[in-house]
């Protein structure tokens, strides 16, 4: 299987990823515990991190075994509550962010495709920081299953066109219903940082994608698109702002009319004492 860890530097900088800082991380295996794993690897890694991550897949806590080779993931091994190895994938990862992923061992079987799917999250989730949400909220860019890198990149790219209509219908849905303000904006931030992932990979693929040219019409457009969505959250905003304004204000001018009154009958009635 294949996936794509979004970035905007064109190739990844690997050189930048120490990888030590993992939330929770530990690294805590000793001689021995390595002599085991290096008989799984393919070849002895340089250094190991064991660490606990919470997947997107089912949000359940993992002990995760990551074998790195010049600041590459290159094997990821899930560990059981025995600290047995329960599954074992294999990552090639690209200069150009795509990685290809092989389940080389499995306790489940039918557990396959979530466990690449869990892998592949742990190894994007190093060398990608979000810059327009949080890390559990995007419309998850999932791994593919093709012959070969060009039919990936397809398949990848099937998925960002799936998503403009996704963010679409998500942000006009959320106009209409009246969502707090915050969470439709942040929607819309979501939206835009997409399309422009999207159109850094056309433009880093483009010797793979036959119609790249029109393909980037297409995410500048629907990038646009929800500009305007965007101008109409903030219309929506300012006209909700307006008629609570407009309530508020009719709300004092009949507090003031019965205070008016109220202070009328208690001057005719103070009148009414005095000459009695």
Not at 51 to 68: C, G, L
Not at 134 to 159: C, F, M, R, W, Y
Not at 196 to 222: E, M, T
Request: proline fraction near 1%.
């Amino acid at each position: 299987m294949y996936g794509w860890i979004p970035i905007l530097t064109g190739e990844i900088l690997f050189d930048f990823y120490p990888l030590f800082i993992l939330s929770e991380i530990a690294t805590k295996l000793n001689d021995s515990d390595s002599e085991k794993i290096d008989a799984l690897l393919s070849k002895k890694a340089e250094y190991y991190r064991w660490f606990k991550a919470t997947d997107d897949v089912d949000r359940k806590k993992a002990e995760i075994i990551i074998s790195i080779q010049k600041n590459k993931v290159e094997d990821v091994l899930f560990i059981d509550k025995d600290k047995r190895v329960k599954a074992h994938v294999s990552c090639e990862i690209m200069k150009d962010g795509i990685v290809k992923l092989e389940l080389l061992s499995a306790q489940e079987e039918t557990y396959k495709k979530d466990i690449i799917q869990q892998a592949f999250i742990i190894v994007r989730n190093i060398y990608h920081s979000h810059t327009h949400h949080t890390q559990h909220e995007d419309l998850l860019l999932s791994p593919v299953e093709s012959i070969d890198k060009k039919n990936a990149i397809g398949d990848i790219l099937k998925q960002y066109l799936a998503k403009i209509v996704e963010y679409h219908k998500r942000i006009r849905r959320s106009i209409e219903l009246e969502t707090k303000i915050n969470q439709t904006a942040n929607l819309v931030t979501k939206a835009h940082g997409e399309m422009i992932y999207a159109l850094n990979f056309i433009n880093s693929f483009k010797n793979d994608i036959n119609n790249w040219q029109s393909l980037l019409d297409v995410f500048n457009n629907a990038r646009d698109s929800i500009n305007v969505l965007s101008k109409d959250v903030e219309l929506n905003y300012i006209s909700r702002v307006n008629e609570k304004i407009t309530h508020v204000t009719s709300q004092t001018r009949n507090l003031t009319l019965y205070l008016l009154i109220l202070t009328v009958v208690l001057v005719v009635l103070t009148i009414v004492l005095i000459f009695m």
